[in-house]
Each structure stands twice: as C-alpha cells, then as structure tokens.
C-alpha cells in the first residue's frame, strides 16, 4: 500500500524554483530517504507534506487522503522530529513528553517512551542538560507521542559519535519494526545504505534517481564505474566501534 503518494510536486519561493514538479511514493511500513546537497528541495518537500508548509503545485494523497482537503486528519497521524527550540526550556523531559501528550490528548506513560530510547535515568532533567546523543534521542522520542503512522526525521545522527548514531539507526529500525512508517533526510550515504529501504535523490529541485541503496550502486558499477583503489570489506568507522565497543555511552 502507498502510504504518500507525491505528484508533480511545484514550490516557488517568489521567483525561485524551489521544488520542480517531483513525483514519488512511499509504501507503507518501509523506511524512505530523501537525499540531496543542501538547496536540493528536500526539506521543503518534506515540510509541504509534513502540513507545514503550502505548496504552489501538485497533489499529495498521504494514506488515502487529500493533503488539501485532510490537513488536520494527517497531521493527527504523523510525528515530526523537533529542533531543541521546541522544548520549553523549564520543564524536565517528563513534563515535556505529558505536556505534548496532553497537546495530542494522548494517554502516553513518560517512563515507558524513555525506556525506549534509553533517556530512564534523565526523566527528571532538562533538555539542554543532555549530551548531544540524548538529545537525539530525546528528538525522536517526541515524535511518537501521538503513536503516527508516519515519523519524519530531518538529518537525526547530525554532530554524533559513530556509538550514539548507530544506537540511533537501531531504534529508526526498531520504529519501523513497531509499525511506522519512516521518511529521513540524511547526508551520510552509510546511513541511508544502512537503513533505507529506497531513497530518491533530489538535486536543484528534481529528483535525479530513485531506488533501493543497492540497485542504485549496481546501477552506476554498470555504468563501468571503478573506485580509484580497492574497497575493503571494513571502514575506520568499523575500526572505532570495534576498539571502543558497541555499548551506548554518553558524553561527559
């Protein structure tokens, strides 16, 4: 089932042409990545069908429904990932997630959704008083306060160690594997190979390929592509994990 269907998608920014007639689709239960230099289009892609900003063109159904018609019933079934200046500042993370539940008229237990993304210990501190990796966390634990269909993360591993991401990649899946729908932007090609389903790559606007990770490599090696000196079966990145452990810490 398509869960997003996106059709010749247009945004104008006054003269500028932001978005330029893109079209693609998202199958329900898998995790999709929007890739592109910054500028490309995507975030405002995302935005547009994130209801939070209007489109100039185009038409997008999002589980069946007419984002023109539907606004406030898709926004009932999607969770947002939220920059730190959307946290009260006052409040503990506690009170941040039973105020958004509240805002969503949910009933969320705050201890279980810590739980989940290993934040227990910190229930009663502040989230500027997190490590960059808890704040990610943090992050994306707000966005399934409203128990959405669909999660949309923008660029959520930015600025962590190689740990705190691929802790972060486990529980993307783990959303996933609950139910969710996952839409990610992201400028580490390890992380959408690792954990995209499909990606479509956006440059000045249009989309310029899409398709799964591995389809899209094979594609561009048919092309006769060679790497300048042979690949090995590990990174330095393997390196790091392997020396200093898989286990989650966090910063000092």
């Not at 509240?102 to 910190?122: H, M, Q, R, T």
């Amino acid at each position: 089932m398509k869960i997003i269907e996106v059709k010749n998608l247009v945004k104008y920014y006054g003269s500028f042409h932001a978005v330029k007639g893109i079209s693609f689709d998202v199958e329900e239960g898998e995790i999709f990545g929007l890739l592109g230099p910054n500028g490309a289009g995507k975030s405002t892609t995302l935005e547009i069908i994130e209801t939070l900003r209007e489109k100039t063109e185009g038409t997008i159904h999002v589980a069946g429904m007419n984002l023109d018609q539907n606004a406030e019933a898709i926004k009932s079934m999607i969770g947002v990932q939220l920059q730190s200046s959307g946290y009260y500042p006052g409040l503990n993370l506690t009170e941040l997630i039973e105020l958004f539940a509240g805002l969503y008229n949910k009933n969320i237990s705050a201890p279980d959704l810590l739980k989940k993304v290993n934040l227990e210990e910190k229930a009663k501190s502040k989230f500027k008083e997190l490590s960059g990796g808890q704040k990610q966390r943090f992050s994306v634990a707000t966005t399934l306060i409203n128990q959405p269909k669909i999660v949309f993360l923008d660029e959520p591993t930015t600025g962590l160690d190689p740990q705190a991401r691929r802790n972060l990649w486990e529980l993307i899946k783990q959303i996933r594997k609950e139910g969710a729908t996952v839409i990610l932007t992201t400028h580490y090609m390890d992380e959408a190979e690792y954990l995209c389903d499909r990606v479509a790559i956006i440059e000045n606007g249009s989309i310029v390929a899409l398709d799964s990770p591995s389809n899209l490599i094979d594609q561009l090696l048919a092309t006769g592509f060679e790497k300048p000196r042979q690949v090995k079966q590990a990174n330095l990145e393997d390196v790091f994990i392997a020396l200093t452990g898989h286990a989650l810490r966090e910063d000092s």
